[in-house]
């Protein structure tokens, strides 16, 4: 059941992206009032009605607690009906090959990132009655090979998330998960171009032992077919707008599926996985 009375102020990470954008301009257009928070050029949101630009980086307390401080200023006391965690990155690529430094990144902006502003912009939740609705990814149910560091990473923002709703529950705050399934944005193809630069940088010899693995991987991802973002933000609007909001909300029937899938065996789920990827006929190579 939704609240058509729900239209006050909310807060959206990583605004600028796919996903972000089209969330911000979903809620705006139900009427909220939506502090959009960026690190830099504000893209495709400077030409919405009702977003106030925030600059705020989200692996950076520092950063975050500055933002919650000028967010508090502009609502006064009438708090945030909702704070959506969206930002994120994907790091991709075998995990032997993948940089320590994009491995630690992963957390910090998956998962550390949604920590810090959930703790920095809980007293304006609590103001204003509001909820806290985190996109995640199916990833985090069900492990796939060459994703493992975004799975992990979202894994973790489930377990804090599941944690939090519990302590929160005594002042009726909601913790909400938003899963997209494959979107078709930007962040998928700047994921590919982080992952092909590591690759050049690692050692060839072990990039050889990788190769029939990755050519697998992308035929396999070639036949996907990625939803728009508009599917992720109206799954966000749902959220936002619920009475009672459900612990999870699907944004496509591949999450579905994968929800589906997590509640197999793990052998089954692992072959399942193999299969799909084109990865259960490959031998190893010296």
Do not use: C
Request: aromatic share 4%; glycine share 8%; no cysteine.
């Amino acid at each position: 059941m939704a609240d058509n009375h729900k239209r006050g102020a909310v807060l959206v990470t990583g605004a600028n992206g796919g996903i972000g954008t089209a969330t911000v301009r979903a809620l705006t257009e139900r009427g909220a009032t939506v502090f959009a928070t960026i690190r830099s050029d504000p893209g495709a949101l400077a030409g919405i009605k009702g977003v106030r630009l925030v600059e705020m980086d989200v692996t950076d307390p520092a950063s975050v607690a500055l933002a919650a401080k000028k967010v508090g200023h502009d609502v006064a006391g009438a708090g945030l009906a909702a704070v959506v965690n969206n930002a994120g990155i994907i790091i991709q690529g075998p995990q032997e090959l993948i940089p320590p430094a994009d491995l630690r990144r992963q957390f910090e902006v998956n998962t550390l990132g949604p920590a810090y502003v959930s703790q920095a912009f809980l007293p304006l939740i609590r103001a204003g009655k509001g909820r806290i609705i985190n996109v995640s990814a199916p990833t985090a149910w069900v492990p796939v090979p060459f994703l493992g560091p975004i799975g992990a990473s979202k894994a973790a923002l489930e377990s804090l998330s599941a944690a939090l709703r519990t302590e929160l529950a005594v002042w009726r705050i909601p913790v909400v998960m938003v899963q997209p399934g494959t979107t078709k944005t930007l962040l998928f193809a700047k994921a590919e171009a982080a992952a092909r630069n590591a690759l050049q940088d690692a050692d060839p010899a072990q990039v050889k032992l990788y190769q029939q693995h990755l050519a697998a991987v992308e035929k396999a991802a070639a036949n996907q077919r990625p939803s728009p973002p508009e599917t992720v933000a109206k799954a966000v609007v749902r959220a936002f707008e619920a009475r009672r909001p459900r612990r999870w909300y699907a944004a496509s029937s591949e999450v579905r599926l994968m929800r589906f899938v997590s509640r197999l065996p793990v052998r089954v789920q692992e072959a399942m996985i193999s299969r799909v990827f084109g990865l259960s006929g490959i031998k190893a190579s010296a």
